[in-house]
């Protein structure tokens, strides 16, 4: 079992920046693909950026490619989420999930949400134009 728990979300304005982070607890924290997910009001659930258990190889979804940096202390387990250059199109619900490399092992199932086993309550990001 892993619970995760995120933090670091709130209210900004266009072109701010802010740090979202992710606790987990729980065994292993290493074996799990720890990715970011959020929801927009109105909108299905998208994939937002993950990192590989290892912390080699991290994903981006095309839309805050350049703008957010994931990252991860396997020591600390813990998961952050820098996010510069704030959009309003960046307002979501932002949830912390985690897939179990040994489980599903190819690097292919990042951005699948149905494969991420856990996940937390997410935290609110509200981006003001």
């Known amino acids: 079992q892993v619970q995760l728990v995120e933090s670091g979300g709130g209210l900004v304005q266009a072109g701010d920046s802010l740090r979202l982070s992710c606790a987990a607890s729980g065994r292993t924290f290493s074996r799990y693909t720890m990715g970011w997910f959020r929801q927009a009001p109105g909108k299905g659930r998208e994939f937002v950026t993950a990192i590989r258990g290892s912390g080699g190889s991290a994903y981006y979804a095309d839309s805050v490619k350049g703008r957010f940096t994931i990252s991860r202390d396997n020591a600390k387990k813990t998961v952050n989420l820098q996010m510069n250059s704030l959009e309003a199109e960046d307002t979501a619900v932002y949830y912390c999930?985690?897939?179990?490399?040994?489980?599903?092992?190819?690097?292919?199932?990042?951005?699948?949400?149905?494969?991420?086993?856990?996940w937390g309550q997410g935290t609110q990001v509200t981006v003001s134009s």
């Open positions: 999930a985690a897939l179990d490399e040994e489980l599903y092992s190819s690097s292919s199932y990042y951005n699948r949400q149905y494969m991420y086993t856990y």
